[in-house]
Nanobody, 117 residues
């Protein structure tokens, strides 16, 4: 439904940082929630972080204390700041949004994050 463009993934050493960004193509959309999920090959997709239209945030247990999610409602973007990265953070990270009016769900194409020495 909503085409999302993700960026910021890449290769980083353990202990390093990355900032992921997800952007909608037009500014007239309005989202009730914006989230980041991740999925390693052959494993279940899991929630990393979510932020509501009111700015309330929630994090998965592995992300809490290391990651921070933020959004810019004027630009319809959501960022994920990832610090102190660990090898177990290696996964494809997906942006997820739910439209405010219909609660329709959309997914980004995914961006690869690899944490390795």
């Amino acid at each position: 439904q909503v085409p999302l463009v993700e960026s910021g993934g890449g290769l980083v050493q353990p202990g390093g940082s990355l900032r992921l960004s997800c952007a909608a193509p037009r500014s007239h959309y309005s989202f009730g929630s914006m989230s980041w999920y991740r999925q390693a090959p052959g494993k279940q997709r899991e929630l990393v972080a979510t932020i509501t239209s009111g700015g309330r945030t929630a994090y998965g247990d592995d992300a809490k204390g290391r990651f921070s999610i933020s959004r810019d409602n004027a630009k319809n973007t959501v960022d994920l700041q990832m610090n102190n990265l660990k090898p177990e953070d290696t996964a494809v990270y997906y942006c997820n949004v739910r439209e405010l009016g219909t609660w329709e769900e959309s997914w980004g194409q995914g961006t690869q994050v690899t944490v390795s020495s």
